[in-house]
């Protein structure tokens, strides 16, 4: 069993939909979470980071984790056509090793 | 544009070639990382540098030598490379100390080995 489960897709939705982009996790060592965004060519993006159960929100996103369930979130509102990238979950233990686990990426398209 | 600077973004070289894979950052990041990402899968985490020196090799084939010549600068020494080491390699770097903050990354370099 992988340590970060994410579900590769590929999800469609058309412009204007709410997302949901969802990791499941199964080490409770995890502290931090990260929600970077790739797009084709190019390296991952941050685009949130928590680190306490509960919601953050940064303009038409918002990062959600969930401690006791092990689970965490990214919702985009009114998606547009230039969120089309691969969404990628990370999280990491506590302390100052830095390695960083991985979901498998989750492949959006929004179309016009 | 990234604040984490690779070059170059795409190198082609044969097998029995010696090249180097070049990052810097001026953010006053301690942190540099290198990282191997393969098509439609996440980034591998290769190197840790931690205030310049090698704090995590993941078990990385001596083929690949990092290095890291002061705070703004990492490098990957790149010798008789096998055609699976094709890929994109990512350079990240963070804060270090707080031990606890994100990794940024730059867009990559693209690498084939014929």
């Known amino acids: 069993q992988k340590e970060v489960e994410q579900d590769p897709g590929p999800l469609s939705v058309p412009e204007g939909a709410i997302v949901s982009l969802n990791c499941t996790y199964s080490n409770s060592a995890f502290q931090y979470f990260m929600w970077y965004r790739q797009y084709s060519r190019k390296g991952p993006e941050l685009l949130m980071y928590?680190?306490?159960?509960g919601n953050k929100e940064d303009g038409r996103f918002t990062a959600q984790v969930d401690k006791s369930s092990k689970y965490i979130s990214l919702f985009i509102r009114d998606s547009q056509p230039s969120d089309s990238a691969t969404y990628l979950c990370a999280m990491r233990r506590s302390g100052n090793t830095g390695k960083l686990i991985f979901g498998q990426g989750t492949t959006l398209q929004v179309k016009p | 544009d990234t604040e984490v600077t690779q070059t170059p973004k795409h190198l082609v070289m044969g097998m029995t070639n010696k090249k180097s894979l070049k990052c810097e950052q001026h953010m006053g990041h301690r942190a540099m990382y290198w990282y191997k990402q393969k098509a439609k899968k996440p980034p591998e985490l290769m190197f840790v540098y931690s205030y310049e020196k090698l704090s995590i090799n993941e078990s990385v084939p001596s083929r690949f030598s990092p290095e890291c010549p002061n705070s703004s600068l990492l490098n990957l020494h790149l010798h008789a490379l096998q055609p699976e080491d094709s890929a994109l390699y990512l350079c990240?770097?963070?804060?270090?100390?707080?031990?606890?903050?994100?990794?940024?990354f730059g867009d990559g370099t693209r690498l084939s080995i014929l």
């Open positions: 928590t680190y306490s159960s």
């Open positions: 990240a770097s963070s804060q270090e100390g707080a031990g606890n903050q994100p990794q940024h």
